[in-house]
């Protein structure tokens, strides 16, 4: 596919557009698709870049807003060459100047704000602000609402845009934002920029590396560092290397003079290649106060080169920072800058180690360009192999599952909400169940359901479906089996090994060795069944789907002597409507009047042994009962195996019946409110594969309390919306008490983080999208 792009300049101090721009076009072009650029430069200044695209320089135009009469022209020629344009920028004629151009016209258009939303920019300059008031009434906003969507690239950012302008509304998405980390040699890249600072050799350094800016805090540090030598000590010194765009370095010199440091800062002026990236790794700890940064590619390269990053809470990305613990982050101001420094410089050895490693993950995790490329590209609607062209546009998935009763769990709950979103998107989606033909008409689903009988004994053996499988399977483009140790793979796989149709199958945590430990004898029986029947379903797969990298690493050598080809497929679930939130806290008062004002922690899951339900009622008698008066607890779930009695009677020789609640198991709004009005969320499982209820919960911001049996555990841990401690009496004890030890203002956080975890981690937009990019490769390779 063809993309055009258009940016004011090309020019590499001209900050982070134009890296992002470089970054996933490189990307796109490895894709096989075809990328141009027309910028408001110079053919001259354009004859300088050495880019891997066509470059059309239309000229400087006139004055700082670039008005240039060739550019709406230009793109009204040539807009039906491309099947998507991308506006890079606001508050200059490249965005105008497109839109009057595309808005008569058929392509789609999309707009990056990069950060020129911001409500630092009102602030500081008041006067400016009214001038663009009346622009966005009559020009800037009207490009963004004809946009087939305004691009953020954090969340951060899109939130701070919000309600700065007023009269013209748009779409809004977020899309990932990434940059490449260096691929040359660490020693040659230290040589170069030794070479090019020499008076740094043999020299420790804190390093800025940014464009010498008001807005970028230089000041700040510079007082900082002056403010903070007794930490520091004699032997580090600070590099502020960047381009002077606004000529005030003069002005930092004068200031490091009056402080008396000026003999301990160096000025390289701005540094690029292998210079940069010997700065960034030879660094102690990139640091970068900013008053206002969008982005901030400077903290994803460091990162990249495993150097802690020090940034302020005005860098849009700094949650990531602080949920990688990659670095540090305060407030933009001169108490936190110095707070910066002092953290960092007493800091051990060991501990700027860890912190150096935590940076290299956290730059994988957040800020690697190609899934960021990745994300832009399902953003503007381009495929995402080099096969893409003679990919189907959209797929034709048959779904298997044993069940689809609601109250099996997570199993059914992911085939749900996964074929939503493929649904929605105008994929083709078919289920096949052994559920009864009653059964299967009591469920209300947007897909056909093919309910092909409950068969023989629990293992559900109906030869009915092996049959189904041999006549249809050449309708779709791939199969997806959920679950094993029963005849849905089975007779799928038997229907399926003779033809040309590819098949996955989900594990759904049923080979964690939990259940070998638990169940010892069922386990000698499901040996026997691998050997002869589940390992060559396994073996013969397109790929057997993890949902997390942890249930990959637990359901290794469990069995043996079938070999499969593993791929962890990040998993989601569906995002609430945030504007329904005071609704669903509605529904659920309504429902459950007497708990209506009252506080309470919330266990949602089925009510089994494997839960933990019993550990979280003794652990809740022991901490939170005697601790706070006014929280209660409220286990909700269906109970399949009749335990609940027995907790009840545990709960009343405990004394706390009285703060138990058992309303069953709880749907749709109802299920929303709970979660919405939950102190926290809390869940002690002894097994649990992926743990849809956390991600749930954390999607309406609600704190989740859990083991370190949650196989999502780890993204909860990253992402600092929640506790983890084992799945013992004394761990579960721990998840109470150091959630009560929280301060208000604590949970705020972990409220936010909780959100912003989910939205990074469990969307289920996400995991529809690795789904059909998975299928598609599968195809396009065959």
């Not at 793109?75 to 808005?103: M, P």
């Not at 013969?540 to 990959?552: M, S």
């Not at 749930?696 to 506790?723: D, F, H, Y």
């Amino acid at each position: 596919m063809r993309l055009l792009r258009v940016i004011r300049s090309t020019g590499p101090e001209s900050g982070g557009p134009i890296e992002g721009l470089l970054r996933n076009s490189e990307k796109l072009l490895r894709d096989g698709h075809e990328v141009e650029v027309v910028s408001l430069e110079s053919e001259a200044d354009a004859a300088k870049r050495n880019f891997p695209f066509p470059l059309v320089a239309l000229g400087g135009g006139i004055g700082r807003y670039s008005y240039n009469p060739r550019l709406t022209p230009w793109i009204r020629e040539n807009a039906r060459r491309f099947d998507a344009v991308v506006l890079h920028g606001l508050w200059n004629y490249t965005s105008y100047g497109a839109w009057r151009a595309l808005r008569n016209q058929s392509t789609p258009y999309y707009v990056f704000s990069h950060g020129m939303m911001d409500p630092w920019f009102r602030r500081h300059y008041p006067f400016k602000h009214i001038a663009k008031i009346c622009y966005w009434w009559l020009c800037e906003g009207r490009v963004l609402r004809d946009a087939a969507a305004v691009l953020f690239t954090s969340d951060e950012e899109r939130v701070r845009a919000r309600r700065v302008f007023y009269g013209h509304s748009y779409k809004e998405r977020v899309v990932r934002y990434g940059t490449s980390g260096p691929t040359s040699n660490p020693d040659s890249d230290k040589a170069a920029f030794l070479a090019a600072c020499p008076a740094l050799k043999g020299k420790r350094f804190l390093l800025f590396l940014s464009r010498i800016h008001p807005k970028k805090g230089c000041d700040l540090l510079i007082q900082a560092f002056a403010s903070c030598l007794e930490v520091i000590g004699p032997d580090v010194d600070l590099v502020m290397a960047g381009p002077d765009q606004v000529r005030w370095v003069s002005q930092l010199r004068e200031q490091a003079k009056r402080l008396g440091v000026e003999h301990r800062i160096h000025w390289p002026g701005m540094l690029t290649g292998a210079p940069k990236w010997g700065a960034l790794r030879t660094a102690d700890a990139l640091i970068l106060p900013s008053h206002q940064e969008n982005f901030g590619i400077a903290v994803a390269e460091a990162m990249a080169c495993s150097t802690p990053v020090l940034v302020s809470d005005k860098v849009n990305i700094w949650r990531e920072v602080e949920a990688s613990k990659g670095g540090f982050v305060e407030p933009d101001t001169q108490t936190g800058t110095e707070k910066l420094i002092r953290r960092f410089c007493e800091l051990t050895a060991g501990e700027r180690r860890e912190m150096a490693l935590a940076a290299r993950d956290g730059f994988l995790e957040y800020f690697d360009s190609e899934a960021a490329a990745r994300d832009f590209s399902r953003v503007i609607g381009f495929a995402q192999s080099q096969d893409a062209a003679s990919m189907p546009k959209k797929t034709r998935v048959l779904q298997i599952i044993h069940s689809t009763n609601p109250e099996s769990g997570g199993p059914i709950e992911a085939l749900l909400r996964t074929s939503e979103v493929l649904l929605r998107e105008g994929h083709k989606v078919e289920v096949v169940s052994l559920d009864s033909e009653k059964e299967a008409a009591s469920r209300e689903f947007d897909f056909p359901l093919v309910a092909l009988g409950r068969g023989f004994t629990r293992y559900g053996y109906n030869p009915a479906l092996t049959s189904w499988m041999r006549q249809n399977a050449d309708r779709f483009d791939a199969v997806v089996m959920h679950g094993l140790w029963n005849y849905s793979s089975f007779g799928a796989w038997r229907g399926l090994r003779k033809q040309a149709v590819p098949y996955y199958i989900y594990a759904h945590g049923m080979m964690d060795p939990w259940f070998r430990r638990q169940y010892p004898l069922k386990h000698i029986a499901k040996i026997v069944y691998w050997w002869l029947i589940e390992g060559r379903i396994l073996r013969d797969a397109a790929g057997v789907l993890f949902t997390c990298e942890e249930e990959r690493v637990r359901s290794r050598r469990v069995f043996y002597g079938h070999s499969y080809k593993e791929r962890v497929l990040r998993f989601g679930t569906a995002d609430p409507d945030v504007d329904h939130s005071e609704a669903d806290k509605a529904a659920f008062a309504t429902a459950f009047p007497a708990l209506s004002r009252k506080r309470f922690l919330l266990f949602l899951s089925r009510i089994h042994p494997k839960k933990g339900c019993d550990l979280l009622l003794r652990a809740f008698s022991e901490t939170a009962a005697p601790a706070c008066q006014d929280l209660d607890l409220i286990m909700a779930g269906p109970d399949q195996v009749g335990w609940t009695p027995k907790l009840k009677s545990l709960a009343s020789k405990l004394g706390i019946e009285d703060r138990v609640h058992w309303p069953g198991m709880l749907k749709g709004s109802v299920k929303w409110g709970a979660f919405r009005s939950a102190e926290a969320m809390i869940l002690p499982s002894h097994q649990e594969n992926f743990g849809f209820v956390v991600a749930e919960a954390m999607a309406c911001s609600t704190p989740v309390l859990i083991s370190n049996k949650v196989n999502i555990w780890r993204e909860v841990t990253s992402s600092q919306g929640g506790l983890v401690e084992p799945d013992t009496l004394e761990g579960t004890q721990n998840l109470i008490r150091r959630f009560l030890a929280l301060s208000q203002e604590e949970r705020a956080l972990m409220r936010r983080a909780a959100r912003r975890g989910y939205l990074q981690h469990f969307d289920v937009e996400a995991t529809a999208a690795d789904l059909v990019q998975l299928i598609q490769s599968t195809r396009a390779n065959a």
